[in-house]
């Protein structure tokens, strides 16, 4: 049996500075150059995570009208812990139509993007527990 755990991507150089990003279905990302930065990639997965989940449980109810998540935060450069992201934060705007099941939408959404940061999104509850990163060089 596969251990559906199991998750990894593949970078390939095109030319200096551009890379494509490759995962095992078949999808690509751009990145580098006037593409995805690396650190844009890291605010779209926290986003996109979070985005998911809040979707499919509110979309049960009600097709939002409008469905918009913004990541942001700074980017640090220090000469003691090095580059990092801090401040990052992660807004919804969100709005349903009139009505019942608009209403039920709209209550559930601050449980459903609670419930995604505190348990369920891998990408952010990764992030905020600092789990290491062992790089290596194959052969």
Same mark, same amino acid.
């Given at each position: 049996?596969?251990?559906?755990s199991? *998750?990894?991507?593949?970078?390939?150089?095109?030319?200096?500075?551009?890379?494509?990003?490759?995962n095992?279905?078949?999808?690509?990302?751009?990145?580098?150059?006037?593409?995805?930065?690396?650190?844009?990639?890291?605010?779209?997965?926290?986003?996109?995570?979070?985005?998911?989940?809040?979707?499919v449980?509110t979309?049960?109810?009600?097709?939002?009208?409008t469905?918009?998540?913004?990541?942001?935060?700074?980017?640090?450069s220090?000469?003691?812990?090095?580059?990092?992201?801090?401040?990052?934060a992660?807004?919804?705007?969100v709005?349903?139509?009139?009505?019942? *099941?608009?209403?039920?939408?709209?209550?559930l959404?601050?449980?459903?993007?609670?419930?995604?940061?505190?348990?369920?999104?891998?990408v952010?509850?990764?992030?905020e527990?600092?789990?290491?990163?062992?790089?290596?060089?194959?052969?």
């Open positions: 049996m596969a251990d559906d199991f *998750r990894s991507v593949r970078i390939e150089r095109d030319s200096v500075g551009h890379y494509t990003v490759h095992p279905r078949g999808g690509t990302i751009p990145v580098g150059g006037d593409d995805f930065s690396p650190v844009e990639l890291l605010l779209a997965a926290i986003g996109t995570c979070t985005a998911v989940d809040t979707d449980a979309s049960r109810r009600v097709e939002p009208t469905f918009t998540v913004t990541v942001s935060g700074d980017k640090v220090d000469q003691e812990t090095g580059n990092h992201m801090e401040n990052l992660v807004t919804f705007d709005t349903f139509p009139d009505g019942d *099941r608009g209403d039920a939408a709209r209550k959404l601050p449980r459903t993007v609670k419930l995604s940061h505190d348990r369920l999104c891998t952010s509850r990764t992030v527990r600092g789990t290491p990163v062992h790089p290596s060089i194959a052969g």
